[in-house]
């Protein structure tokens, strides 16, 4: 592993909602799967409890926000929380360019929805590797 920052990934938190619930997947599966080395999951509950090692990890590096819905709580308290969001995602925004994957449950998400979620990751692992060439660019200036 490199000495380069981890981008910060941010998912909405709404509980109750399939977009929700899709934002955090596709957040889980860049975090854990496809991305571990280079990326690190930041709560939005942390953010916005004030916690002080959510707030650094989002002070110090890029962060790539995912919202549910247009009030874009994720994208918004990174902001409040001094950070810098190098992309953010819409969930809705990605399910308009993916029909097929019509997203459904809650705790549980359908196929659909489970679809969106990895085409969303896939999307945010590609944003992650630009944000990772351009640092090492950075560093070799
Ligand atoms: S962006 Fe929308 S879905 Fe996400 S936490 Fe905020 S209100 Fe809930």
Redesign the pocket.
Known sequence: MTNRKRVAIVP???IG?T??TV?REAAYEVTEDMRPAETQLVP?SLLVLGDEAARAAVAETPAVTI???K????TKMVKDSGGTVAQDFAVLDVYRRYKPFKPQGIAELNEGGQKLAHVLAEEIAGVVDTLGASSEGDQNA
């Open positions: 909405c938190s709404c909602k977009y929700g934002s939005l919202d549910g819905c009030l874009a709580c994720a």
